[in-house]
């Protein structure tokens, strides 16, 4: 078939800076976040070894770690849009290398006993390489 599915994740370590009036950035210390992303691709029938795909799905962000000023909010989990674009390229019939460009969309809410103070943008680009292998 040409459409598939794929559930992906990976840690993520962002800095969160604000910039000053004075245009000086400041430092509100870090985050570290789960990126999960559910992706529906097109896999397009072609002859040969080469199998480009797109997908498109739903991202879900938790963050579970910070440091700094950001230590005493609350970071709530946020939904997002997740975009990719990828190859697959045959070494052999069982075997498969695979590059593939992933964006995705996070806006979380920083909270202060349950009020909102502001949003972070935490949009990611994720090139991954791999190998892999069919059964």
Request: proline residues 6%; without cysteine; glycine residues 10%.
């Amino acid at each position: 078939g040409i459409f598939s599915a794929e559930l992906n994740l990976a840690t993520i370590s962002r800095e969160v800076v604000i910039e000053e009036p004075s245009e000086v950035e400041s430092s509100q210390g870090s985050v570290e976040s789960i990126p999960m992303n559910l992706l529906v691709q097109v896999r397009p029938s072609l002859a040969g070894g080469v199998h480009p795909y797109a997908g498109v799905g739903l991202n879900f962000t938790p963050v579970w770690e910070k440091t700094g000023a950001l230590d005493s909010y609350d970071i709530a989990p946020t939904f997002g849009i997740a975009a990719q674009l990828g190859v697959d390229v045959d070494l052999s019939p069982g075997v498969l290398v695979n590059v593939d460009l992933l964006w995705n969309t996070a806006e979380p809410d920083i909270e202060a006993d349950g009020v909102r103070v502001t949003t972070i943008t935490l949009n990611t680009f994720t090139l991954s390489a791999g190998v892999g292998f069919r059964f």
